[in-house]
């Protein structure tokens, strides 16, 4: 498959259960992003890797963790959730270039449901 | 900082008639502005961006650094036209790693 692809596309977990996203980039892009998109909230960076090395974290949770094996995977482990972190978790990866302008090509995202 | 601001949550017009969604911003930086669609059952995808300056799908934005405003905007709505529709920030220069500062979004709904 072509672009970026994210599984599972749907998951429902109980808050002590232990979870993880996966997104996959298959453009031969060199960053990768997790954004969170929740009801009545923009989309918001959460993680952002460049040459598989974190350069940015949004002051997100500890109970989520970002780990990027590769230029072409990125992973977003889940623990002890709440229920406010019920959302759409979308994957995005771009050919970062000097000028900026990078255009980032999105996943179908993974929607996360925490009892 | 980085903000967006997309004032209507909803947008509703008929077939055929104008639409303007707006869009304003607020960055001391150098900014590089997008609009990013959804359309139904549809990953977010790029629709346009300011430095590339052109028309797509009969939709058309101009940066006003003025105004720091980047309106999307199409003579002639089509059905095909409703979607969710987000406007997005970036640095311009080469330290951002791409990261967009997203807007609220805008539900355009284009009635027949």
């Known amino acids: 498959e072509t672009g970026v692809t994210q599984t599972p596309r749907h998951l429902v977990m109980g808050m002590t259960n232990k979870k993880s996203l996966k997104c996959e980039q298959h453009?031969?892009?060199?960053?990768m992003y997790w954004y969170k998109q929740s009801a009545k909230k923009p989309l918001e960076l959460m993680f952002v890797y460049s040459l598989e090395e974190r350069v940015e974290n949004n002051s997100v949770p500890s109970r989520f963790s970002p780990e990027c094996p590769n230029s072409s995977h990125l992973f977003l482990h889940l623990h002890t959730l709440q229920p406010e972190d019920s959302a759409l978790y979308l994957c995005a990866s771009s050919h970062l270039m000097t000028s900026g302008a990078n255009v980032l090509t999105f996943g179908a995202g993974s929607r996360l449901t925490v009892l | 900082a980085q903000r967006v601001t997309q004032p209507e949550k909803l947008l509703s017009v008929f077939k055929g008639a104008p639409v303007e969604l707006k869009c304003n911003y607020s960055y001391s930086g150098s900014p590089e502005l997008f609009w990013y669609v959804q359309y139904s059952r549809q990953r977010l995808q790029l629709l346009l961006r300011?430095?590339s300056r052109e028309s797509i799908k009969g939709f058309t934005a101009d940066l006003n650094k003025g105004e720091t405003s980047f309106h999307l905007k199409k003579p002639f709505a089509q059905e095909e036209d409703s979607a969710m529709y987000y406007c997005a920030l970036t640095d311009a220069g080469g330290t951002s790693y791409g990261k967009l500062t997203f807007g609220q979004g805008t539900i355009l709904t284009v009635h027949p």
């Open positions: 453009l031969g892009h060199n960053a």
């Open positions: 300011h430095i």
